[in-house]
């Protein structure tokens, strides 16, 4: 029986094993993975160890990668969907074995990845070959960033702000500008990653390791208040895709300003509920893309040059183990992308 190469969980670290090929039924098609992405839910797994299997607290591994674009080189007899040769990017929501590279029995940090009763338009979708494999990984984390946007109704004259230049944050800026949106505004506190967001469209940004954000705003949004009149930047929508930022987004809060929450929050009880009730803060959560993970494909493909600066590091899957280290270091990378036969 054939093998292939497939990363699972590990402590702290991946573990490369041979595993065996899959095979497709008639339903079925098997995509020769040729870029993944990797993921904050990726080197959280590595933590980990794995999933928790049990209330004893063990892991069990779990192959991991769920940001794929490959091409499809078998299909099974009942397949008129795709056909071989397609290139294809994956919904790793849609297969009935569990989400791939969240726990589901199949990964796509893999040489191939088999994708079971494959359906256009509910787990793959095909691109052109005028989108290079690696760009076409990223439709995944775009579709979570699209819903954050899609979440918070952004209307063009609105004035934004987004925490947290990562890919998330960033692919939220550059869907903000693409639905009209005026004026977008970057935070974080590397000055690489604030390059980026330039680059790919924000208005302008903010460092908040040197620069006080609260001052900042009221210049480029303008003043406003809370419901008490005291002074707040004129910030409409805030988009926190960094976490940690809760509290200082209640203590900038305008009177009826919006905060949408993308990235994983830590618990906490010491929120200010009290702000909240001060400015009538909408808060609104984003989990994942319950419709968007398609519908971002078409302008992803238009403007894939802008969402490929988004890209910070292309590693090859010899090389895995050297990806998944720069993924786990905080600062090294923005956004890394494995890459198959050397090839993107």
């Known amino acids: 029986m054939a093998t292939m190469k497939s990363v699972l969980t590990a402590k702290d670290k991946v573990d490369v094993r041979d595993v065996e090929r899959p095979t497709p039924g008639p339903a079925d098609a098997l995509v020769r993975v040729r870029a993944c992405g ?49 290139r294809v990017v994956v919904n790793p929501q849609g297969v009935p074995s569990g989400i791939i590279g969240c726990g589901g029995a199949h990964g796509a940090m893999s040489e191939y990845l088999l994708i079971e009763g494959v359906e256009t338009g509910k787990n793959v979708t095909v691109f052109p070959d005028t989108v290079p494999f690696e760009v076409a990984a990223l439709n995944e984390p775009m579709a979570v960033a699209r819903h ?36 977008v505004v970057v ?100 989990q994942g893309y319950p419709t968007e993970i398609f519908e971002v494909t078409p302008e992803l493909i238009e403007h894939h040059e802008r969402f490929a600066r988004l890209i910070s590091h292309r590693v090859p899957f010899g090389e895995v183990e050297r990806a998944f280290e720069l993924a786990l270091t905080p600062g090294a990378a923005e956004k890394v992308v494995v890459t198959f036969d050397g090839e993107a």
């Open 187 to 286: 935070v974080d506190i590397i000055p690489e990653r604030l390059e980026t967001a330039l680059a790919v469209g924000a208005d302008a940004v903010i460092n908040s390791a040197v620069e006080n954000v609260t001052e900042r705003l009221t210049e480029l949004h303008g003043r406003a208040a809370n419901a008490l009149g005291q002074p707040r930047p004129g910030t409409d929508i805030y988009v926190d895709a960094a976490g940690a930022v809760f509290q200082a987004v209640v203590d900038n809060a305008k009177w009826h300003a919006k905060l949408v929450m993308v990235a994983v929050q830590k618990k906490s009880d010491a929120i200010d509920l009290g702000g909240m009730l001060r400015s009538e803060l909408t808060l609104i959560a984003s």
């Open 148 to 183: 954050a946007v899609n979440r918070s109704e952004a209307k063009p004259a609105d004035k934004v702000v987004v925490f947290g230049a990562g890919p998330i944050g960033l692919g939220a800026a550059i869907w903000l500008k693409l639905r009209g949106v005026e004026h």
């Open 38 to 86: 990797i993921c904050g839910t990726d080197t959280f797994f590595l933590h980990l160890g794995g999933m928790p299997a049990g209330a004893d607290g063990s892991m069990r591994a779990i192959p991991l990668g769920h940001e794929p674009a490959g091409e499809i080189v078998e299909a099974g007899a009942e397949v008129t969907d795709v056909k071989v040769g397609d």
